[in-house]
T-cell receptor
C-alpha cells in the first residue's frame, strides 16, 4: 500500500477514557501532520513532525493530547480523558521534504479515524 | 494567524455548467494555495494548487486564479459532471510548509444530471 494509512477507521469510546490512533505515512516522507475535522468544517492543523521531531503544536492541542513519532516513521496521537467535544475525524497527512520550487510540498491525506465520544 | 473564508457554502449547478468557488485569506505571508476535493467518507485529495508568483493555473476542466493584492483566489470548474459532486476546500499556507495549511470551511458542490 503506497498511501497514508490510519487505524482504526472508527473508534467509539466513553467519556473519560483514553484513546490512541496510529498513522503510517507514505514511505520516506519526512513530514507528518495531524488535523482534526468536524462536520461542516475544513481540517484544522494540530501538530506536525519532521522525521522524529515534533516541530509545532497548535493551540487547539490541549494538554490531554499528545503525539509521537519515535522512529520517524509511524505516528500515534493519544487523547487522554476524552470529552464529548473531542468527537471528530482525525486526519493524518504526510509529505516529502522537497526543495523550494519542487513539487514535493504536496501533502497526502489518510482516510482518517472517526472518534465518537459518548 | 491565517484566516481563510470560503464562499459559497453550497453550490448546485446543472451538468455542463461552470462552477466557481471563492476564497479570501488574511496573512500576506501565505504564498501557497491548494484546493482539495473530498467525497463523502473519503480522504481530501489535492486537485490543483497555485503559488503566489503565478496568477492563474489550469488543468483540463479545472483552473485556479489568484489575486495576491486583494488576497483572494478562486476555483473554476468548467463542463461540470455528476462525478464532480463533492466538498471542495481551499487552503493557504507558506510554500515551504504546505502541511501547516489553514483551510476554508468547504463548499458542497452538487452537479445535477
Amino acid at each position: 500500500d503506497t498511501g497514508v494509512s490510519q487505524n482504526p477507521r472508527h473508534k467509539i469510546t466513553k467519556r473519560g477514557q483514553n484513546v490512541t490512533f496510529r498513522c503510517d505515512p507514505i514511505s520516506e516522507h519526512n513530514r507528518l501532520y495531524w488535523y482534526r475535522q468536524t462536520l461542516g468544517q475544513g481540517p484544522e492543523f494540530l501538530t506536525y513532525f519532521q522525521n522524529e521531531a515534533q516541530l509545532e503544536k497548535s493551540r487547539l492541542l490541549s494538554d490531554r493530547f499528545s503525539a509521537e513519532r519515535p522512529k520517524g516513521s509511524f505516528s500515534t496521537l493519544e487523547i487522554q480523558r476524552t470529552e464529548q467535544g473531542d468527537s471528530a475525524m482525525y486526519l493524518c497527512a504526510s509529505s516529502p521534504l522537497g526543495k523550494e520550487g519542487g513539487a514535493k510540498n504536496i501533502q497526502y491525506f489518510g482516510a482518517g479515524t472517526r472518534l465518537s465520544v459518548l | 494567524g491565517e484566516n481563510v473564508e470560503q464562499h459559497p457554502s453550497t453550490l448546485s449547478v446543472q451538468e455542463g455548467d461552470s462552477a466557481v468557488i471563492k476564497c479570501t485569506y488574511s496573512d500576506s505571508a501565505s504564498n501557497y494555495f491548494p484546493w482539495y476535493k473530498q467525497e463523502l467518507g473519503k480522504r481530501p485529495q489535492l486537485i490543483i494548487d497555485i503559488r503566489s508568483n503565478v496568477g492563474e493555473k489550469k488543468d483540463q476542466r479545472i483552473a485556479v486564479t489568484l489575486n495576491k493584492t486583494a488576497k483572494h483566489f478562486s476555483l473554476h470548474i468548467t463542463e461540470t459532471q455528476p462525478e464532480d459532486s463533492a466538498v471542495y476546500f481551499c487552503a493557504a499556507s507558506p510554500y515551504t510548509n504546505a502541511g501547516k495549511s489553514t483551510f476554508g470551511d468547504g463548499t458542497t458542490l452538487t452537479v445535477k444530471p
